[in-house]
Every structure is written in C-alpha cells, then in structure tokens.
C-alpha cells in the first residue's frame, strides 16, 4: 500500500476517535512531518485550547513557538506520535503580542512546555 494511504487512513481513524476542534487544513505527505494540521482560529485561547486536545490525544508530545519572520504573527505548535506511531504536527497562529510574546524576537523558533498552552486556556495568561 502507498505510504500516503497509510497516513491518510492513521489521521481518518485518530480524526474519528477524538472531538477535535475545527480545523482549517491538513495536510498529508511523505517526508519528516507527513501530516500537519492547521486549526480554524487565531485566538490565543483558542489556539492553546486546540492544541492542548491535539496534546492529549498524540504521544511524545513537545511543543514550540515560532515568530514569523516578518513579526507580526506567531505559530504555536505540537509535535507527537498517533498511537500507530504517525508523526503529526498541529499547529495555530496568533498575532504577536509583546506582553505575552516578551522573548520572541522575529524569525525565532523556541521550544516550551505544553502546560504553557494549558495556562493560555484562560484569557489574560502570559509567557512565564
């Protein structure tokens, strides 16, 4: 069977299994992250709360945030394992904000703890 088919049958079945929230794509491939999933919001609550349920349902989970190059937007995302073993990288954006944002210079990729975006589930949290 195509390794593609493999993938898209994995996040059908991790897709069915769980209540995720929406999503705007995914995205399956061949290569070091064969599925990545974007979510359908650009609130940080929103993003945090998306990918903590993301977090919860994948195995070996790191997380990170990355600054766009150009400043103005921030990606957050988790990596981890379907339990088959399928990589899956989940990802938001946000507009950048100095107060939550205060380390994150332009182009900057940094790793963090998930319970970060746990603490960003409610509105008003900021970067420890």
């Known amino acids: ?9 994995a996040i059908r079945d991790h897709l069915d299994s769980h209540a995720f929230p929406s999503v705007a794509s995914v995205r399956v ?20 709360r998306g990918l903590v349920v993301w ?6 989970v790191t997380a990170s945030i ?3 190059p150009h400043g103005g937007r921030v990606h957050l995302e988790v990596q981890g394992r379907t ?11 946000v507009r950048f904000d100095e107060a939550t944002f ?3 210079p332009a182009g900057m990729r940094q790793e963090m703890p998930v319970f970060v975006l746990r603490q960003w589930n409610s509105a008003g949290e900021v970067a420890a």
């Open 1 to 9: 069977m195509n390794r593609v088919l493999v993938f898209l049958d």
């Open 55 to 60: 977090a919860d349902s994948l195995e070996n």
């Open 66 to 68: 990355w600054r766009v």
């Open 102 to 104: 205060p380390d994150l």
């Open 83 to 93: 339990p088959c073993g399928i990589p899956v990288l989940v990802y938001g954006g």
């Open 29 to 48: 491939g061949i290569g070091p992250d064969p599925v990545s999933v974007q979510l359908d919001t650009d609130r940080l609550t929103d993003v945090a």
